[in-house]
């Protein structure tokens, strides 16, 4: 198996996530050097914390070096004018694999449509965040042991977050999912979403009150109200603070539920939390570090299983 790039979660099919898993669990146990003379380059537009250093912690663990920006805007020749096509170029010169976080929806698939080495989408404005829900998936299967019939509550800012609507097209590829869209209406997922799970028979439903199915879910994937992507500060927030995961709330899950959050988190999952069982949210980002190791691999040379 080897992928060329990295863009959008609709490219994964079930076999593909399967090899990619097992590799991540591989990667976990053994030391493995096969990316030593390879050069990434992490270009970000936008901030990061995860993302950024998972994939460049990823790609030194496996022997290879990193150039970055770490605020591109700023820092890179965009600041003077230069086009997102212009910066891949030049940079296609002087590294193997790109990893791009950028403000504006498609800008990966732009990049890919002129690079001669893989792009890895690390996010695009309110487009996708492929690699997140990769590692997102993952930890449902690390933590439940299955994906197949999970109950997901999907919760908080769904009209801008894009790591929900990566998950979502990737919980579409497993049979019996049912999902929980959890938000304001205002903040509702979009439809295009709703649309690809109508076409693969995947059960949802759309809700305001997170309470009322607090004790149906396996997994509660809570999300940040994502105050860049709104028009003022007043307009923000109305929603802030909307969906708050506390220890009372918490323990009415099942006993076997888990607490997932892309993070980072602001107010919308207490502190208190991070000490019960359910809680995954750290264990998941340490997850992430696996995936993105499997991906490198993967971008770079066909591993076989
Ligand atoms: N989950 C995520 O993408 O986090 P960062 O913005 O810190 O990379």
Redesign the pocket.
Known sequence: MKLKHVLESQQFDQKLLSQIFSLADKLEKKTDQSMKGKIMASLFYE??????FSFESAMLRLGGSVITTENAREFSSAAKGETLEDSIRVINNYADIIVLRHYEKGASERAALISKVPIINA?DGTGQ?PT?ALLDLYTIKRELGKIVGVKIALVGDLKHGR?IRSLAYLLGKYEKVKIYFVSPLELKVGDDIKEHLDKHHIAYEEIEDLESIINKIDVLYQTRIQKERFTSEQEYKKFKGCYQIDVKLAKRMRPNAIIMH???RVDEILEEVDALPQAAYFKQARYGLLIRMALLKLVSRKVTD
């Open positions: 901030p990061s914390t995860r993302t950024r996010g965040h997140q790591t892309p993070l980072p």
